[in-house]
């Protein structure tokens, strides 16, 4: 069975205008409206309406829509990974999302709920796990395993044979270097080069690297 084209997005901020952009261009999805807060029902985002709130996944997903997470991820990836969750159990077809402006080896793999954005490149045996966020010009390199609800962020370089754990943020610009693991729920902040295994969950910034909480 071919999955549903009509897209209903989850989440109205910033990062959903970005995500409207690579779906665009895509082509693939028709965007229906989104889901957001009460208070902004009736609003738009962009040119596409807020429909309701994620209270009423239920009767969009009797309708048959396909759905993608367009909340962003600047910390930590609860908010998203809760909804994702809730989107799973109820047995919604979840949206893939790949910009053809992005460069994906025919030997890399990405799950349901992932969004690819321009400019990515993601090369040969990649994984990259479910409801990801894979921003502007970053590069992921062969081998490296990229976690649930993980966000990539713009401009970071994850060098070959990386394990990203779920729920990890990596910051603009930041460089991993080949082979490191990061335990889940981890923040790299922005510009930061990563050196040594993080086993440790925090948040973590600067040159050399330091934890601060």
């Avoid at 409206?33 to 429909?51: A, F, H, P």
């Avoid at 997470?69 to 609860?78: N, R």
């Avoid at 394990?163 to 693991?181: E, F, K, P, R």
Wanted: hydrophobic share 35%.
């Amino acid at each position: 069975m071919k999955p549903p084209k009509e897209l209903i997005l989850i989440g109205g901020g910033g990062h959903c205008k970005a995500c409207i952009d690579v779906i665009e261009q895509e082509g693939y999805y028709e965007i229906k409206g989104i889901l957001d807060t009460y208070k902004q029902v009736g609003s738009k985002v962009l040119e596409y309406e807020v429909l309701g709130s994620d209270d009423e996944l239920d009767f969009y997903i009797s309708q048959s829509y396909s759905f993608l997470i367009t909340i962003g991820q600047v910390k930590f990836a609860s908010l998203r990974s809760k909804v994702f969750q809730k989107l799973l159990d109820k047995s919604a077809h979840i949206a893939t999302v790949i910009s053809p402006r992005s460069y994906v080896s025919r030997y890399a793999s990405i799950k349901e709920g992932t969004i690819v954005m321009h400019g990515a490149i993601i090369n040969a045996e990649v994984e990259i796990d479910q409801n990801c966020i894979i921003n502007n010009l970053c590069n992921i390199d062969h081998e490296s395993k990229i976690g649930k609800n993980c966000h990539i962020s713009t401009c970071s370089v994850i060098n070959g044979s990386c394990t990203i754990g779920d729920g990890v943020l990596i910051g603009s610009s930041s460089v991993i270097i080949q082979g490191i693991q990061i335990c889940k729920d981890s923040i790299i902040g922005a510009g930061c080069i990563v050196l040594n295994n993080i086993e440790l969950k925090g948040t973590y910034v600067g040159n050399p690297l330091r934890k601060i909480k």
